[in-house]
């Protein structure tokens, strides 16, 4: 289970990867393309989606990991395991 569970994660990351780089290139496209003042104003905004993306998807991968861990407390009692803490 944990190792299937390993591969859909490891697809999804993959796949995330992918379109992120494909986004880059795509804004790095418009860059080119604007007029210096235009450039700016849209890589500010570039920079700030960025920011909120990066801080959704760190709060993701807590809730993640809180996640992984109460299944494995749930896993461990039902197994008759001795939790500690």
Known sequence: MFGSV??????????????????????????????????????ELLKRRVFKVRLVRGALLVALVVAAMAIKRIVLARSGVALDG
């Open 6 to 43: 390993l591969i859909v994660v490891l697809v999804l990351a993959l796949g995330n990867e992918l379109s992120e780089r494909l986004r880059v290139k795509q804004e790095e496209l418009i860059l080119r393309q604007l007029p210096q003042h235009e450039a700016v104003a849209y890589y």
